[in-house]
């Protein structure tokens, strides 16, 4: 155990860091975070800037045009790039996380060929219809049809809470072609263009009152059989790969955002004065202060021990549930803090007046968020129940 | 960067789960309960022996330490071991488990000491440096009803003698870390203990026709407790490494953000442990109360989880 880095990994660290001061001063400002054509050039300039630079797809395969970092690289690259606000994965968040590395481990070379450069280059924006209406938590009982017909595939039915839907090039969509089966055994995983006709986006606005996500109708829209990724009815165990590509880092980015927040968040305290006194003269909130920070760094410290994990076995395991846990309840308490803090400013999505408030009450409102998507707060703990301690299965 | 314990760390973790489990089984800890003296010192000197008190140097790493550590509080083995941990750092009788050493923790708000009966040093951290004072009889008060039975205390009638500055400010900052470090492994070993133990019963206690532990209200909070414990340990380790010259950050920051997180886990386990067993939970004869009880003592030893808050506030 040994938790300095090596003198590659520094040397690695150095070339990026090199190379980020060389190109951030040239980046433009984010867009308003209601421009999504805007926000969508900015992500894919960032990307192509990356695959130009050997970054892209850095985690990848080198034999897929990926850099085939280590995860500790990875872990690196993504801590320098968020400590100096380099531009987020953002709309290259499923091609590069998510649908990429399910054609890299499932897809025919021909697919591969198509798609994975498009990808790296940032050419080809993707989004995810797994959820359904009346498929969340319970992901498999999903009942969008894709009946064949011919060489075609021919969909009907609807997906909800699609990120970036209504701005993307293609879909890794989960599509029930086997209804009579046992749920997990009748379903297809598809390359999903979305300019095909029949595919009906529609923005569904967040308690953000942002587009970010859609619903996605589906009224006859024909698909090639060429576009299945894995056989007929595998399409279950072909999302359960990709699942394990996950190495350690999915939070990095954030948590590094959440410390900064923190740190922030003491200071402003200090600067907030009422009834005589600074908010920071209160010992309850410097306690709270204390443990949220304190809970960060054990956080950072469970996010290498994932890492080291991965780097060792290939897999997280439970470690990422048990991560998920405490992240996101650390961050609803820091949100339910800061909006303490800052009183009668919380009022507001944007800053008022010179203290720079909004983020904290935006970054409160994505707390929400977090212990719902991507597995909610009660999906992991069954799952830590289950699978680490041993207790009985859920029905 | 790597996070892995090596075949060392493995072997001396196995090695101490597996003399708690031969020498220090529960029915063994719990017979020190109805005796005056709640160590015994034949053991006493057999964990000398495994070398749990020779750390630094030849002995143990920190991180070995802290594993080490871990395994004696999930088994509840009774004594200062922190404390003659520390004094065997400066003291060949202590090293040798010949001596059982108390630290001397400030009064706040009454100065009450662990162990006064069988305590025959007394080790100060302070600014000036690590004082010792060996071959001294504490004068004090037994309580007749301590919180933790285990954990046997006394309020001081007058204050144990100075003894001898056996080490330099230097020696003293680094021993506040290791005292931090292998107290929170312990924190960490009661926690887990507590949520193993509650995890087992939650498997076999049966009602409305199920186990309990099929109950997801039941099966949420043992997950609770497994985050609780599992956070706690990776600051431990983080920690550990740290202060063995091998970690990422300041040893002393990190060691009051690990005491911090595990005495907050051990409270929280050994408090939800005692819920899961229901009335069994609030017996004597259940085991429960014991890790319940002990995470009590533990909290207070330095700065409890509040103070270490605060301290790591001011740190930023
Ligand atoms: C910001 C955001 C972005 C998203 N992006 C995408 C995307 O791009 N593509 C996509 O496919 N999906 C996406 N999702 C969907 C996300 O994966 C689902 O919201 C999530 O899986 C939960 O499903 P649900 O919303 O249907 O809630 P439900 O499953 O209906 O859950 C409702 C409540 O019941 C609880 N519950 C359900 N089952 C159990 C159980 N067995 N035990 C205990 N409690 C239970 C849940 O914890 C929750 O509190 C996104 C969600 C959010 C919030």
Redesign the interface.
């Known amino acids: 155990?040994?938790?300095?880095?090596?003198e590659a990994?520094e040397a690695f660290r150095a070339e990026l860091v090199a190379w980020l001061d060389d190109v951030l001063p040239h980046v433009p400002p984010e867009p308003r975070r209601d421009d999504w054509a805007g926000r969508r050039a900015w992500d894919t300039a960032w990307q192509r800037m990356l695959y130009d630079a050997g970054y892209a797809g850095i985690n990848w395969p080198r034999e897929y045009g990926g850099r085939g970092a280590t995860p500790?690289e990875h872990?690196i690259f993504l801590e320098e790039t968020e400590r100096r606000h380099a531009p987020y994965v953002g709309h290259n968040f499923v091609g590069l996380l998510h649908a990429g590395p399910t054609l890299i481990a499932e897809a025919t070379e021909e697919q591969k060929a198509f798609h994975l450069p498009a990808i790296l280059r940032g050419e080809h924006v993707w989004c995810q219809g797994f959820s359904e209406p009346g498929a969340g938590s319970d992901l498999a009982s999903l009942r969008t049809r894709a009946v064949r017909d011919g060489d075609e595939y021919v969909i009907n039915g609807s997906k909800i809470w699609t990120s970036f839907g209504h701005n993307a090039d293609y879909c890794e969509m989960l599509v029930r072609t086997d209804p009579d089966a046992p749920k997990h055994k009748g379903i297809s995983w598809l390359i999903l263009p979305m300019d095909l006709p029949g595919i009906d986006p529609r923005p569904l606005p967040t308690m953000e009152n942002s587009t970010e996500f859609c619903e996605v109708y589906f009224d006859d829209v024909r698909v090639p059989v060429a576009n299945r990724v894995g056989a007929e009815n595998d399409g279950w165990r072909v999302t359960m790969v990709t699942l394990s590509f996950e190495r350690g880092t999915a939070f990095v980015s954030e948590m590094l955002i959440a410390m900064e927040l923190t740190?922030e968040l003491?200071g402003l305290a200090k600067r907030i004065t009422s009834h005589g006194a600074t908010r920071w003269d209160d010992?309850g909130l410097?306690?709270?202060?204390?443990?949220l920070?304190?809970?960060l760094?054990?956080?950072w410290?469970?996010t290498?021990?994932n890492?080291?994990?991965a780097?060792?076995s290939g897999l997280v395991g439970t470690g990422g549930n048990?991560f998920k846990?405490?992240y996101t309840d650390l961050l609803h308490r820091l949100g339910d803090l800061a909006m303490h803090t800052i009183n009668r400013a919380s009022l507001s999505m944007d800053d008022l007046g010179e203290l720079g408030t909004g983020k904290f009450v935006l970054h409160r409102i994505h707390g929400l968020s977090l212990s719902i998507a991507a597995g909610t707060t009660?999906i992991?703990?069954?799952i830590?129940?289950?699978r680490?301690?041993?207790?009985?299965k859920?029905r | 960067m790597d996070f892995d314990l090596d075949d060392d760390d493995l072997a001396i973790q196995a090695g101490i789960r597996s003399f708690c489990a031969g020498r220090f089984p529960i029915e063994v800890v719990r017979r020190g309960e109805l005796t005056d003296s709640v160590v015994d010192t034949d053991r006493w000197r057999e964990i000398a022996e495994m070398g749990v008190f020779a750390i630094g140097g030849d002995g143990l790493t920190r991180r070995q330490a802290a594993l080490a550590f871990e395994e004696l509080g999930r088994a509840l083995v009774p004594g200062p071991l922190v404390d003659t941990a520390l004094a065997a750092q400066v003291s060949a009788a202590a090293a040798a488990g010949d001596l059982i050493a108390v630290l001397l923790h400030e009064p706040d708000p009454v100065a009450v000491v662990e162990f006064p009966a069988q305590a025959r040093a007394v080790l100060r951290l302070a600014d000036d440096g690590v004082h010792l004072a060996e071959g001294v009889t504490l004068d004090a008060t037994s309580v007749e009803r301590p919180l933790d039975a285990l954990t046997p205390v006394g309020l001081l009638r007058t204050p144990p003698p100075a003894g001898d500055l056996v080490g330099g400010a230097d020696v003293a900052a680094r021993m506040t870390v290791d005292a931090l470090v292998l107290t929170a492994a312990q924190q960490v070993g009661l926690a887990a203990g507590a949520t193993e133990l509650a995890t087992a019963y939650a498997k076999e206690r049966q009602q409305f026709g199920r186990v309990i532990g099929a109950f997801q209200a039941v099966k949420h909070l043992l997950a609770d407790m497994l985050v609780k414990a599992e956070v706690a340990r990776v600051a431990v380790h983080a920690a550990a490494c740290a202060a063995d010259g091998a970690g990422d950050g300041d040893p002393l920051h990190l060691a009051r953000v690990a005491k911090m997180l595990a005495g907050d886990a051990a409270l929280f386990c050994g408090k939800t442990g005692i819920q899961v067993h229901g009335g069994m939970g609030f017996t004597w004869e259940v085991d429960a109360q014991r890790y319940w009880k002990r995470a009590c003592v533990l909290d207070t030893h330095l700065a409890n989880g509040d103070r270490l808050a605060e301290l790591v506030a001011a740190a930023g």
């Open positions: 155990m040994d938790l300095r880095y090596t990994e500790t872990l740190r003491a010992a410097r306690r709270d202060i204390g443990r920070s304190g809970e760094d054990a956080l410290a469970l290498k021990r890492v080291s994990q780097q060792r048990v846990l405490a009660q992991n703990k069954n830590v129940a289950e680490i301690l041993g207790l009985p859920d």
